[in-house]
């Protein structure tokens, strides 16, 4: 997940996305009610407070600093908010806010008081975004460091009409404690309550079904899923091709249940095709479309619209559905748009109904409709798909249907993204019930699949290294008294993933979690098995990390016989001119991705091993003039003006199932250079900006929105970044503390 031309002020848009999807997209302009209702319902004074937190507030970014109310210490009013950095880890945290972007004018300006103390290796400020790619600032050049009292900032920048969110707060990047309070939003000077509205759209005026779709009963006999799963298909279609959805003239979700009663009525095919044709009907008159948008033959991705000739309807409606494909919208739309410069999908005008915890049924199917429709028209990846997705909707509707409660809704949502088979999609936000059955309570060991045992990789806390009854290279055979591979054959398919080793990988980190104080396990090593208890804590009294222990020290560092030694998952743009400098004339550099790069390297350290004009990617991306169709853009090339820089020893590249998409991407640049070599095991299959989707009953998730090839065509989703050497650690490797991924690139390096 990472923007292609990426610069340093996008870096902490790229980070916040990835850590809390939700964080920043959870609204829809769509849910506004009116304005007086808005602006009085802004707590951005942190007044108003529910269950401890300021309502409406959310918090996003590593997970070692702490977020919290201060009653005690506030420039106006009784409150402020704080965040700290208490040392486990991370590189920012960061307080969200979201107003819909409701309001017309030409500038938009943040004020708000800020209060530090000992802010050191970073900064702290505020920040304001305008969502899709309006506008952002997050004060990197200006930061407050040190301590200060309080003191009022500004962020100001041009307001775009084209904006449908306004998304600000304050956040720390480094060391030390922050606090904010009184933040102000004002257009062309008016604060929001008097601010000048945009004309809303038809769409928004919409309101009958803001409480229930009034469709509770749904049969599932083998008639009514047919016609469901065709409604379903006509519904998505004419969302995204009809020019009056384009326009925003009708509340789409609304109109399904307005529809669906009628489609579940129906007793014969005949009736549906009335119901369907009239619906068509209601729409308006099309405008003949001259000259008619065509599909590009060499695309790699072609529309799917062979279901239009399906001989079960009748010729009318096929005439309908094919007049509204031919002149079909290809403007601006008011659900979908592109992401500037990546052109990835743009979901819009979503509403994710978070007052809705548990969707009656009409909604459950709505939330099906939605997915179902996103992945056939905007997923880059159908192609590639294990699974045919045109069975994917017969399939799953029984199961939406028949979700009795909120947690079996979820897993439904979850096994449909599993389908995907993308290591972006997961249930990001939402999933409160199905998460809850991971536990509350965490193990003191990092433990890691290798040869498909589940192994003690490390201790979160040193001190518990003599008291967990654990060390490095034990192998968890049972855990409560069922073996470790049983589970894994039955938790697997609640793991969305692109292949089996990111799935393993996220397995890993939930297995040992439970709401007891303790588990039983069976532990096998050297001396023998035995049985033991294993203690479980809160996860703050941990030194916890996911996937991997963050480096430490600098990022880049000598290692013996004139061996550079790189790790990204701290490495700043300084850094890597100071690389450039100090490394020119190294007999070989190790870059280590076995993590998320702290920051886009891409480019800047990509020109000091890549020779110019070496290609080394290219994308497939989506035509929002006729859905469902990719095509191929040109080759990507690195090493721009550096003809007299270019490294000339031994690069080795570092990988395994850790190394994610911007990862992933970092390796296929470093991979183009003439001596470099990729030692480790597949990445995680998951390359490729993300777009975010928001379903029924607040859930949120996401897709890689991009297609990542190799020059040659050569893809990289699911298959992830395939080593040169393929090497994994060895339970051996682990016991004597061995990281044999950088000695066998020391090797390869010295041969």
Known sequence: MYVIAATLNNQFMKKTTRLFLSAILLASIASCKAQQEETSSFNLNFETVENDNPKGWKVFGGEGYETYLDTTNAKEGKNSVVIQNVGRGGDFRAWAYEIPAKYKGKTIKLTGYVKTENVTDGY????????PNAGFDNMRNRGITGTSDWKKYTIRFHYKSTATQIVVGGLLVGKGKMWIDDL????????????????????????????????????????????LEFLGRVWGFLKYHHPALAQGKHNWDYELFRVMPKIIEAKNTLVMDQVLTSWIDSLGAISECDPCAETDPNAVIKPNVSWMEDTNISSKLRAKLKEVYINRATGDHYYISAFTNVNNPEFKNEMPYTDMVYPDAGFRVLSLFRYWNMIRYYFPYTDILDKDWNTVLLEYLPRFINAEDEITYEIAALQLIGDVQDTHANLWGGADQYRATHGSKFPPVHV??????????????DEMKHTSGLKAGDIITSIDGMPVNRIIEEELPFYPASNLPSKLRDLSMN?????????????KN?????????????????????????????????????????NLSNITQDDTRDIIKEYKNAKGIIVDIRNYPSTFVVFSLGKFFVPKGIDFVKFSKMNLGNPGEFSFTSPLSNGKNNENNVFQGKLVILINETSQSQAEYTAMALRAAPNATVIGSTTAGADGNISSILLPGGLSTAISGIGVFYPDGTPTQRVGIVPDIEMKPTVEGVRQGKDELLEKAISVINQ
């Not at 996937?547 to 430490?552: A, C, G, L, Q, S």
Request: proline share 4%; glycine share 4%; no cysteine.
């Open 124 to 131: 702290a400020g505020l920040w304001m975004r305008l969502d």
């Open 184 to 227: 102000k939003v004002t257009i062309d000077g008016s604060p929001l309550e008097k601010a000048t509205l945009k004309d809303p759209f038809p769409a928004e005026l919409d309101k009958e079904f803001d409480e229930g779709s009034k469709v509770t009963n749904i049969p599932t006999d083998e008639t009514t899923l047919k016609n």
């Open 448 to 461: 890691r699949f290798i040869d498909k045992q589940l192994v003690v990789f490390d201790h979160f806390n």
């Open 511 to 523: 297995i040992l979690r439970s709401d007891k104080d303790a588990v039983q396990i069976t532990v």
């Open 526 to 566: 050297e001396s023998g098995e035995k049985e033991q208890q294993l203690d479980l804590y809160n996860k703050e009294v941990l030194n916890y990390y996911r996937w991997y222990r963050k480096n430490e020290g600098p990022s880049h560092k000598w290692l013996d016989e004139n061996i550079g030694y790189v």
